[in-house]
């Protein structure tokens, strides 16, 4: 794929800002150039800095009737060539599900910033939670697989907000930044480096848009007019994007494909971070906001001389199931703390081979890490 | 001694906990004051919408539903075809009504719902903090038009009341305001009719209410009654823009 390394657009240096926004700024740097929202609490400072930035950098920015119109709108805008993003919070999340199946189906790069609140439904709108996380990988119909990512601080929304377009322009897919109010509304310090890589769309207008011929591989993606005589649609379709609704192969074919894309590419999309896991005979699990309290609490159960550790989870989907079995081969008890009733405990469950304990927390408040000591003492 | 002002029966003795200067309050009022005056609160249900107004079932005697996002209208459609003896009235804001909900309202009106419905524009999302409405003026400022709303990049302001008007199925279709006490009457007159609409099943009762919003417009109350008239009405003109009469029931 073509990569570039561009300039930064903040100046290079310290930053205080929330991760709202640096999620804004991250995508922004890594050459966002269209945005389309709904404003919906917790995110909608993601929205509002869009609305104030783009037009400065003469890039552009739509206000749409709901979620379902800033998806779509979204996905056209990638068609057309641009790099495309929204971003929304559970109940907007939902109405994107229809789309985000359409994405997954028509190999549409593209972001979207999920920042978490207490659900189900309206739930409690300021109020935390990472009740999405499920709905991120399953919520649309049908086999496909979205890569999900899983920031802890104002600096990964910075970062990931750029990864997150990268991923999507390598793999054709649409990404998630499954981020937390908490995090959201984060204030913190955050380092812009000096420039950032922007891994640029492949594009080959002589070449087949929607197959190839390695059962995973990923297609290179003309956009319209580029003289591709393009026809994107979410039926089945041939390599060359003619709907094919009634032949079995070809549907077959395209499923597949577009599952293994990624998994096979697990390895490369999949990141962790170990936290103190060289010694460790107990370890916590965890992801978003959730891995902050558990990295406290590993510091504190060390200082009572236990051999705690903590896998961080950056990536959710695809699951980095490879890092998990590993771990559960080097620790007695892996510990998993999430702030909705077990969601990825399933998945570690399936990949650890050693005994899960999991503690839930649906009450709209962050994990407190003295609530990890004590839980995690009991049950080790 | 006489009593000259009293709270509705329909109205809990609840404190409002609008901003300063905000129109939902006298907006609830008047509501009430109608539901009184038909006598129907023992047969009342609303349904309301997400925005500031989700709290209408702190400050009414009656059943309400909180309806997903923009949806009230499809809501109230399922309550009164199960309950057509049920007086059901909904009440949304403009984000609600005029942007994620657009398709619910023109299809209830569309369908001739025997629905009343209280549309509140105050020209901003403001539960949500002020951001840009359907309805929001060309050149006003908000979070996600920080520049001032310009046509070119965020269309017009949206004019539900002349659009509803249009459809057969809508019985009865205004815009008020209630900045002044002259302005205040003409509203309750409206509302009333937007009622007897449905009592009397000649399809959707539509009241469009302009407000005001003095917190998200940045304004002290004063101030934000007195653009209700400078700015508001020259675009919003208010009026009757449909009343079916007597005989020509739905
Ligand atoms: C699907 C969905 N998207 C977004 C939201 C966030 N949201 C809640 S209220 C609201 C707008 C409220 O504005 P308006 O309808 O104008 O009513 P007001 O608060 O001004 O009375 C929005 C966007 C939501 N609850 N659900």
Same mark, same amino acid.
């Given at each position: 794929m073509p990569t570039e390394t561009v300039k930064s657009l903040l100046t290079p240096g310290t930053h205080y800002m929330s991760g709202n926004e640096a999620v804004a700024e991250g995508a922004l740097a890594a050459g966002c150039d269209f945005y389309a929202g709904y404003p919906i609490t917790p995110s909608s400072e993601i929205m509002e800095h869009m609305a104030r930035r783009l037009p400065e950098l003469g890039r552009r920015f739509a206000q749409m009737e709901d979620e379902i119109a800033s998806v779509c709108a979204v996905i056209g805008a990638s068609w057309a060539g641009a790099r495309a993003m929204t971003a929304t919070s559970g109940p907007g999340f939902s109405l994107m599900m229809e789309a985000l199946g359409y994405a997954a189906f028509t190999e549409t790069p593209m972001v979207i910033v999920d920042v978490q609140r207490a659900g189900p439904c309206t739930g409690q709108a300021t109020r935390v939670g990472a009740g999405d996380v499920m709905q991120a990988k399953? =919520?649309?119909?049908g086999d496909y697989q979205p890569v999900a990512l899983s920031p802890w601080s104002a600096q990964e929304m910075y970062d990931m907000g750029g990864e997150a377009f990268n991923l999507a322009e390598r793999y054709r897919v649409p990404v998630i930044v499954l981020a937390e109010e908490a995090v959201g509304h984060l204030y913190e310090r955050i380092d812009v480096p000096p420039s950032t890589r922007v891994v640029r769309r492949e594009r080959d207008p002589g070449a087949a848009p929607f197959g190839t011929k390695e059962p995973d591989g990923v297609p290179p993606m003309p956009a319209f !007019?580029? =003289?591709? /005589?393009l026809l994107v649609t979410g039926s089945t379709h041939d390599p060359r994007g #003619?709907?094919?609704?009634?032949d079995p192969d070809v549907h077959r074919r395209l499923v597949e494909r577009l599952s293994r894309k990624i998994l096979a590419r697990r390895s490369e999309i999949c990141r962790t971070e170990a936290h103190l896991l060289e010694d460790a005979e107990a370890a916590f699990v965890a992801y978003g906001f959730t891995a902050r309290s558990a990295l406290e609490a590993v510091r504190q159960l060390r200082a009572q001389g236990r051999r705690v550790g903590l896998l961080r989870l950056q990536t959710l989907w695809p699951f980095p199931r490879e890092a998990v079995a590993d771990l559960g081969r080097r620790v007695c008890r892996i510990l998993v703390p999430e702030m909705n009733l077990g969601q990825v405990e399933g998945e570690v469950r399936k990949a650890a081979g050693c005994p899960v304990a999991t503690y839930h927390q649906v009450d709209g408040q962050v994990i407190h890490p003295d609530a990890l000591v004590s839980w995690a003492l009991e049950v080790t | 001694m006489k009593p000259v002002f009293v709270r509705p029966q329909s109205l809990t003795d609840k404190p409002f906990h #609008? +901003?300063? !200067? +905000?129109h939902h309050g006298v907006i609830h009022r008047l509501v009430a004051e109608a539901i009184d005056r038909f006598g129907v609160r023992e047969r009342t249900i609303a349904a309301a &919408?997400? !925005? +500031? &107004?989700? #709290?209408l079932y702190d400050y009414f005697d009656i059943d309400v539903v909180e309806s997903p996002h923009g949806r009230a209208p499809a809501v109230a459609t399922g309550i009164k075809r199960t309950n057509p003896d049920k007086f059901v009235f909904i009440y949304q804001g403009d984000g609600d009504l005029a942007a994620i909900g657009t398709a619910e309202i023109i299809h209830a009106a569309n369908r001739g719902e025997n629905l009343t419905v209280v549309f509140v524009n105050n020209t901003v999302y403001g539960m949500t903090g002020g951001q840009m409405a359907p309805t929001t003026l060309l050149g006003q400022p908000t979070t996600t038009s920080p520049y001032g709303r310009e046509f070119g990049q965020d269309g017009y302001p949206i004019k539900m009341t002349e659009m509803l008007a249009? /459809?057969? =199925?809508?019985g009865f279709a205004a815009r008020v305001a209630v900045d002044t006490p002259a302005r205040l009457a003409q509203a309750r007159k409206a509302v009333f009719r937007a009622f007897e609409t449905q009592l009397e099943e000649k399809g959707m009762g539509f009241v469009e209410i302009l407000s005001s919003c003095p917190t998200n417009w940045g304004m002290k109350p004063l101030e934000a009654v007195r653009r209700i008239e400078r700015e508001m009405i020259p675009y919003f003109p208010l009026g009757v823009y449909k009343e079916r009469k007597g005989s020509d029931a739905l």
């Open positions: 399953w =919520g649309s119909h !007019g580029d =003289g591709a /005589l #003619f709907r094919r609704t009634e | #609008f +901003c300063p !200067g +905000c &919408s997400v !925005g +500031c &107004s989700v #709290f249009q /459809l057969e =199925g809508v």
